[in-house]
Every structure is written in C-alpha cells, then in structure tokens.
C-alpha cells in the first residue's frame, strides 16, 4: 500500500472525534460529519448491541417473531416538489428503511411538529398524500402526535415516522455476507429525488422538468427476497447517494466495490443538471431505488427480476466486489481512467465558476 | 449527453494518449503545469493522469479561488457576518474555509445569518426583499466570477439599492502566474491556461509567458479531451522547440476575450497596489477593489473590517501546494488532521482545490516522485 493510501486509510480508522463547538449543517449532510456526530455523540451515550450495527433498522426478536424497527425524521423545503411532498417522503423513507433490512413493514408511527400559520390546506394535502402512500406500501399508521410551534420555529412542518416490519426468514443481509466476485445492481435512475428539491426551490433558474422517484421499494426488494443467501446485502441509497452508501459498505466489510461509469443510469435531464451545477449523481439522494449485492451467478437472474416491476425497469448491474484495494469504491471512467468515489464530506455545493 | 459525451469518449483518448506517447521528445522530463482547479478536479475525476505518458507531469497551480484567498480575509468575512442586521452572502465553497477563529458557517451556527448564493445578483435580490437588513456579497475569484460582481454594482447603483455591498476579493490571472514562474524552485516547461478566466480576458494575457520566459501556453477546456489535447499541443511546441501562445478552447475563448465584461470590470473596479495571496504572500496589482464612486457599495469602507495579515496554520501547506512544489500527499497533514470533513487549509476544502482533488479522487494511485 503506497505511503499516502495508508495515510488515508488511517485517518479512516481513527476513533470518532468531535471537533465542533457548535452543530454546524454539514452535521446534517449524511456524509462523514453525520457519521461522527452519531458515533461520537449518539453511539457514546446511547450504545448498545441493537444500535451499534447503525444499518436502516434495528433487527430484534419478540414473542418469537423477528421485527426489524426504525425511525425517519423528515424536514424537506419546499414541502412539495415534483413527484412528491414531505407527506409521501415520510411514509416511503421509512418504510424503504425497513424493506432493505429483509423485513415486510407492517405499522408506522406519524408525528408532527407544525408551525404557526401552516395553511390548513397544506396539512391536508400532506396527510392525504402520506394516506396514499401508506396503501400503495401496504402499511397502516398505527400512532400519531402533534405539537404546535410558534412561527419561525418550525419550518412550516416537520414529520417523523418509526416503523415495524416482519422480517422475511428466507434472507439474512449484512455486509459481512458480501464476498468478492459479488455483483452491484441498481434498480433505476440516480439522483432523481435530490435534483428534484433543488430544482423545486426555485433559485436556480434551470427549466428542467425532474421528478422525485420517492416510492416504497418495498415490492422490488421482496422480488429478490426468492434468492435466499445469494442476496447479500440491500440498501436504499438514500442522504449521500450511492458513493456514500456503497462507502459505508466498503468501511464496514474491508472489501472494494468497483463501479462502471458507462454502465451508471442516469436520467439525461439529471445528467445534465448535475453537469451545470458541478454536481455529481453519484452523490445526490435518491427516495426509491435500492442497492443490491447479489451472488455474481444470480446477478443476471437479479436484473431480470427487477426489471420485470415497473420501478425496476431501469435496473443495471453497475459494478463489482473485489478484494483489494480495501476499504475503497473506485470508478473506472468512461473516459479511460479511474479513480476513488469518496463519501460525501459536506452537502453537494454547486461549483463556482 | 449531447455536447458532454463526445468530449469524454474512451476511443477518442487512447487515440490521442498514443499520439502524446510518440510525440514525447526522447529522453526529456516534462513538468505542465494546470493553472486551473478546475482542470485539476477534471484531471482526477476522469482519470486523465493514468493516460499520460512517463517522464511527463502535471503540477497544480494556483488557480483556485476559494484556495487564494488568505487566512486574514476569512476573518474580515466572518467580522463582517457578524456585524448586527447583516445579511452575509457568500458562494457555497467559501462558507467551510476555514479562518483563525472558525469558518463561516461556525459564525452561522453562532447566529450569524450567513447565506449561500449561487450569483452576485440573488445577494442583490436579497437586499431587495429584505430593505430593513444589510446584505454583503463577499466576492471572490479571478476574472471568470469578477464580471457578475461588476454588473451586479451597476445594477444596485441604476436602481438605487442602497442596502447593498460587496467585499470584494477579486483577483487577476496574470501576476500569480509570473510570480510563478519568477521562483527559483519550480522549473516548469509549459502552461495549461484557465479557460474560463481565458474567455473574459483573452488568450493575449498570456504573452508575457511565451515572450519573457520563453514557455508554451495552451488555453485549455474543461472536458479531459481538451485538456488531454491542450497536453499534446504544448509537447509538440516543446518537441519543436517553440513557444506560442495556443488556444484549444477555440469553442469559447477568442484573442480578445469579452470585451462587454472587461468594460464591466473596468467601470467598476480598479487595481490595489497590492493583494495578500495564500502562499504567494503580497502581490502587487493583483487584486481588485471597487472604484470610489462605488464606495457606497463597498464592505470594506462602509464596515469596519479588521484587515490583519494572519499566518497560514502552521503546519498547513498549502502555500507550497498553490506554487506546486508540494504535492498534496506529501504535506504532513494530508488525510490525517486535514480532511474534507475537517479542513485545516483552502485546498482541501474548495472542490478545485489540488488537495481536495486527490482526497476524494486519487488515493488509489501508486505514488509518484516529484521533484
């Protein structure tokens, strides 16, 4: 390992610190700044063996069924974008969460904390929407709160939701069942959802028509549940993108993801929206996609699969597990070359000039 | 993605990396240097580097603008965000740099109201809409950012927005170049010119550089075809032994640059005798500030700004890494105390910056000697 690889990788290793004094946003970005405040501060305080994995849901037994649980807080501005609202975001975040954790959601918990002046109109259609969702992702909300808060102090609504799912006793998922030779599979577009926000707020001046994909993506990971062990591993490239996800899997199995420019799916508009703003798709959220690791003789059949269901017509085997370098996800360019795909270090700034 | 693809095509660069291959000059060690940050983070995203020949390396240059700017002018952007009723404006990049007591968004997180704008003109919106509070644009980079600023000013002073000003930090491509090339560390034997900075001022500022240090420029585009090709024209001029100033950016860069920006630059600013640059220490007549009759618009003489000389933390090296003598790899600090998450200097926090580049994009690569 070169001198300066090792240097990285150290820095890698290193215990969690937290610097800050105060919490700045970059501690809300879903990159390596989220990372360790959870695990400095959260994982600190409230450890134990149901946290500390930090995967989407806690697994646990009771009763002698296993349930996997999980919560979302949700603030998005504005509240509603093309292809959804926070209400929908909500439900499918939450849910999707559950889903690549290998378990069917059952029940979801809403709470709302409303400010001052929020037009009623508003609350309805976001509840209406989250009512939609809910049916289309066969859950039901089986709890809620409210609170009120003075203006200013709200940012119009906020949502949190926590789910239970069953766990599907045909599947055990977890990065340490990632083996080498293993496929990467994506099961449609990337950056949809994060490219829809920003254009939706409005400040940009790109006349671009982008909707979010936000959806339970729950009927697409229980299409793949059929591979047993073969599927290894399933996320929901949510906050940080794909490179950030893929880099959390990379950290936590010390194994090397290998991905394909070429072979990436990326919706033109996205594409080129990106490429203005200096922004890279690999980085920007996505709220109905799933991540796959799949056995490397089912990754065809796993393709195949997905790609029967409406939200999976897209889906691409995008790239590769290997062995070495460890702890790296790497990107051969479609230009010829390759290079490291980091975890996200702040929110995605458009560039300067 | 039509206008994107076809300067990106794998074909296409094999074809000319073997061009480059033959038209190296036998037995020579080149050293280009890429002015531009942003030729630097297309270098590392698209992997150019692993297609050039051996005995010939890229060096980074200066040409960042997040990463230029000092230590001392982070903190007169932060006493000036939090001065009472000021709305601070700033280009996202600029908000992580870190100052002596803390970034931008510390102060923001202190309360300070720091916002981000993706142009001069949304700071001026921002006036506009908010007519109690005071709104400052903390204006930074070369002459590709410069000319927004300077339309920015003429339109708050055609409509009387008075609740507007500019810090402005704005600085010019040519004297860093020639302070550059006037070290004695350094021996470089061509330049990649900016593009975009090109496109406002022309390729004819260049000329100093073929003429009084007897060096090949190429201005060069962002995609890494143009940049791989910018490559193989200045070897040829090498290989030929001549020293031109080339453009291969003939799609946006023209001899004379922008003449209706240039004249925007000129009515509302002038050059400082002097300007403190990260690394390169003072230059004179590097920086821009505003022109007197804009005084009413300028941070800098409506605030009290404290404007102290504050030395680089001291075991940042990004002075070295701006004149390029030190590769980001080979500062101590690199990937340990200073990463993106938590910068100590400009270079890893800017996405043009040469740190930050090989951060995010370059640590699989086999490291190689510099000089």
Redesign the interface.
């Known amino acids: 390992m070169?001198?300066?690889?090792s240097?990285?990788a150290?820095?890698r290793r290193?215990k969690p610190r937290l610097?800050?004094?105060?919490?700045?946003?970059?501690h809300g970005a879903g990159?390596?700044?989220t990372r360790?405040l959870v695990e400095a501060l959260f994982l600190g305080e409230l450890g134990n063996p149901l946290l500390a994995p930090l995967s989407d849901s806690a697994l646990l037994e009771a009763g002698g069924a296993k349930l996997a649980f999980t919560t979302d807080a949700h603030v998005v501005q504005p509240l509603f974008f093309p292809g959804g609202d926070i209400g929908s975001l909500a439900v499918n975040g939450t849910v999707n969460d559950i889903a690549v954790s290998g378990a069917r959601p059952l029940v979801l918990s809403a709470a709302f904390v409303l400010e001052e002046g929020l037009p009623i109109s508003d609350l309805r259609r976001v509840v209406a929407s989250m009512a939609e969702a809910a049916r289309e992702a066969g859950v039901v909300v089986a709890a809620g709160d409210t609170k009120v808060v003075e203006r200013g102090r709200g940012d119009g609504l906020t949502v949190t939701t926590a789910a239970i799912g069953l766990v599907d006793e045909r599947v055990s998922l977890g990065a340490e069942k990632v083996r080498p030779g293993d496929k990467v599979i994506v099961s449609g577009t990337l950056g949809d959802h994060g490219m829809a926000v920003m254009i939706a707020r409005g400040?940009?001046e790109l006349e671009v028509e982008i909707a979010s994909d936000s959806a339970s993506i729950y009927p697409l990971a229980e299409s793949l549940f059929t591979l047993g062990e073969d599927l290894r591993w399933l996320r929901d490239p949510t906050r940080g993108g794909l490179a950030t996800t893929l880099n959390e899997l990379t950290e936590a199995s010390g194994l090397c993801v290998v991905l394909d420019e070429k072979a990436l799916p990326v919706r033109?508009q996205v594409?080129?929206a990106c490429?203005i703003l200096?922004l890279d798709p690999l980085y920007v959220a996505n709220e109905g996609k799933l991540i796959a690791i799949v056995a490397a003789d089912r990754a065809e059949q796993a393709l195949a699969t997905l790609r029967a269901h409406p939200l999976g017509a897209e889906a691409q085997i995008v790239g590769e597990v290997e062995p070495e370098?460890k702890g790296?996800v790497?990107l051969q360019?479609?230009?010829?070359?390759?290079?490291?795909v980091?975890m996200l270090?702040?929110?995605p700034?458009?560039?300067?000039? | 993605m039509k206008y994107v693809d076809e300067f990106r095509s794998g074909e296409l660069a094999r074809a000319l990396a073997s061009e480059l291959a033959e038209a190296m000059p036998p037995g020579r060690e080149l050293a280009l240097m890429e002015v531009c940050g942003g030729h630097t983070h297309a270098i590392y995203k698209h992997g150019l580097d692993e297609l050039l020949p051996p005995g010939l390396e890229l060096v980074h240059g200066p040409g960042c603008p997040v990463c230029v700017i000092p230590v001392g002018r982070v903190d007169d952007a932060v006493a000036l965000a939090l001065e009472p009723n000021v709305i601070f404006t700033t280009f996202g990049d600029m908000m992580r740099v870190p100052g002596s007591k803390g970034s931008l968004l510390d102060a923001r997180s202190r309360g300070a109201d720091v916002r981000m704008v993706y142009s001069p003109l949304d700071a001026l919106e921002l006036a506009r809409a908010n007519s109690q509070r005071e709104v400052i644009f903390f204006a930074i980079g070369f002459e590709t950012t410069a000319p927004s600023t300077a339309v920015t000013l003429l339109q708050a002073r055609a409509q009387g927005i008075g609740n507007f000003s500019v810090f402005c930090n704005h600085v010019t491509i040519g004297p860093p170049l020639k302070a550059i090339l006037d070290a004695p560390e350094l021996r470089l034997d061509g330049l990649i010119a900016p593009g975009h900075v090109s496109a406002v001022t022309g390729s004819r500022v260049y000329d100093f550089i073929a003429a009084e240090y007897g060096r090949p420029v190429v201005v060069a585009g962002f995609e890494p075809l143009d940049i791989l090709q910018s490559v193989l024209m200045l070897v040829r001029q090498l290989a030929q032994g001549r020293a031109e100033v080339e453009n291969q950016y003939t799609r946006v860069v023209r001899e004379q640059g922008n003449p209706r920006a240039l004249e925007a630059i000129e009515q509302t600013m002038e050059l400082r005798d002097s300007f403190e640059w990260r690394g390169l220490g003072s230059i004179p007549r590097s920086g821009l500030r505003l022109r007197e009759e804009f005084s009413e618009w300028d941070a800098e003489r409506r605030y009290a700004v404290p404007g102290v000389s504050v030395p680089d933390h001291k075991v940042c090296q990004c002075g070295q890494v701006l004149r390029g003598l030190v590769k980001p790899w080979e500062c101590k600090v690199f990937g340990n105390a200073c990463t993106p998450e938590s910068p100590i200097g400009t270079c890893m926090v800017s996405s043009e910056g040469a740190c930050a580049a090989y951060y995010h994009y370059g640590r699989n690569r086999p490291k190689r000697l510099s000089r």
């Not at chain 1, 070169?2 to 690889?5: V, W």
């Not at chain 1, 360019?333 to 490291?340: E, H, K, L, P």
């Open positions: 070169s001198e300066r690889r240097k990285a150290a820095g290193r610097l800050n004094e105060r919490i700045t946003l970059v990159g390596k700044a360790n400040n940009l033109e594409a080129a490429e200096g370098p790296l790497l360019t479609a230009f010829g070359g390759s290079r490291v980091d270090a702040g929110d700034l458009p560039r300067i000039c």
